[in-house]
């Protein structure tokens, strides 16, 4: 605790006639607390004097992002920095150039081990007056980050925008370019100059290493991947956290972990017939709903690419953890379309180096094995046995459990009971109204006025979409039938208060809109409602993305 005060009080020291003294790093680790109580007590006042205090390494682990969408600003020549913990269970990110967006404030994320949630959090640094701390979660967090809200980083081996975008791949011409620009003037940058380990990015073959370097495994992975890597196996952790919280979980966790392992054959085999029969959405028509969505996420990211054009390939080798998902969402009620890095919302790619089930698994099965120690006894013996007594094992406990859950009297898989519109009309928008607002109007999804009544009256009864109006797409979104792609995204609102928002839709669209009701309309010809963005032509498509943001 001495050591940590002492160093604390180590600042760049400057009096008249006297030599400056450095400022001396704090030991230790880096977190939230840390950095806010650097700057809380002054004895940060300055980004660059925070900077100045963190650990070497902590500033040897970066990423670089030249073309940001979170609200920092970034170029080639000033990009923004995502400096991460060993584990990345906290990142702290900055940009470089006082013109550009958010150039006086930082930006944190941590996540809570004990909770499974990540929280975001702003320090702004105003130029008169002290800093500012403000927690960045709730409606103004899940407009990007969804909730419960999760990092945006993007999926392997593409992650547009970061010096780096293709695994394994040369820089292009124009990231050669801006990194050269970067690097020349990083040694005397009153921000960059901090950052540690910066030859790396100098290296011709750091992010394309050479055949020797691949066969004598002297090259390692490069920042975006390892960056990538562990943020996924956090974001597993949390997932795991809203899987646990599932009224059903108990029933219905010897089949999420038998989905994770190939060996323990179909989705049936799992789960008895007679509650799959239950399920508002067969299997097949979910997996296929899914590969639409992530080959729609593979267009979207090629277009936010510096080669800015659609994918050649088929995006067949996309892990999406098709059955573990399915019984997250028909059997627990959970939505799971915001559950990957992706930056496109309502995809599920969950790619990784290495099969991101080995993840999920690994803690699932620890979880489990706690308390039924016979699990991890018949795992440990499949190389002798083979795995037909392990699956097996899932096999029996998954029905008994499910077979015992559907006969009792709370039971309800996979579908919730809508309750009839029998509340009292609203005196003015329903709370939950603010969720559309936040995602529909500014710039995350299809531009819808829900914030204009006279507008959004208008809009209510007319468009093409694939169940009618745009009211009528709203209130099959609205339920459960719509699964994955049910709204509010990330989230799941209460029956009251989806009763409370259709029924102030349907108030709207029997009022005559006024004649002034076109001002100010928001175009959606051609958008279909949802995702974290909208499905446009191709020709407009790189415009609208544009909007979305990054961690």
Known sequence: ????????????????GRA???????????????????????????????LALLPATFRSRYALVFDSRSLHGSSFANPRVLLYSEDAAFILSFNGEPSQRGYRALEMMQFDEARGEFSFQEISFPEDGPPVSEARSGERCAACHGL?????????????????????????????????????????????????????????????????????GAQGEPANARLAVLLARLNFRAILAQVRGASAFDAFQYALLGTLDPDCGALEGLVPRTVLGRFSV????????????????????????????????????????????YLAEQGLGLPTGNWTLALEKNTFDFSLLEPARLELEALLFEDLARSDPRVRELRSLKQASGSSRYCGYLERRSHAALLAWVKAPQANPGRVVQAPLTTPAQKGPPPVLERCIACHVSGVGPAIA????????????????PRGSLLDEIRYRLSVEAGSRRMPLGSLISE?????????????????PSPTSQAGYGAVDGMVLGGGGATAAPARMAAGIKTARRL
């Not at 009251?496 to 005559?512: F, G, K, Q, W």
Request: aromatic fraction near 10%; proline fraction near 8%.
């Open 450 to 465: 829900f914030d204009q009544p006279s507008v959004l009256a208008r809009r209510l009864r007319e468009g093409q979409y």
């Open 20 to 50: 400056c003294l450095a400022a001396q790093p704090v030991p230790g680790g880096v977190n939230l607390e840390l950095v806010q109580r650097l700057v809380g007590t002054g004895t940060a006042p300055s980004i660059e004097q925070l």
């Open 148 to 216: 419960p809200a999760r990092p945006i980083w993007d999926t392997f081996p593409t992650w547009p925008g970061a010096y780096g975008e293709r695994y394994g791949a040369r820089l292009s011409a124009p990231e050669r370019d801006g990194l050269t620009q970067f690097l020349a003037g990083q040694r005397s940058h009153p921000r960059y100059r901090y950052l540690l380990g910066i030859g790396e990015y100098a290296q011709p073959d750091a992010f394309h290493p050479s055949a020797k370097a691949r066969y004598n």
């Open 496 to 512: 009251a208060d989806r009763v409370a928002l259709e029924l102030y839709l349907r108030s709207l669209a029997e009022v005559p």
């Open 1 to 16: 605790m001495i050591r940590v005060v002492l160093s604390m009080l180590c600042l760049v020291l400057c009096l008249p």
């Open 282 to 325: 067969a299997f097949g028509e979910f997996a296929a709903a899914a590969d639409k969505a992530n080959a729609r996420q593979s267009e979207f990211k090629e277009y936010r690419t510096l080669a800015r054009r659609p994918a050649r390939t088929s995006e067949s080798n996309t892990e999406s953890l098709d059955k573990f998902r």
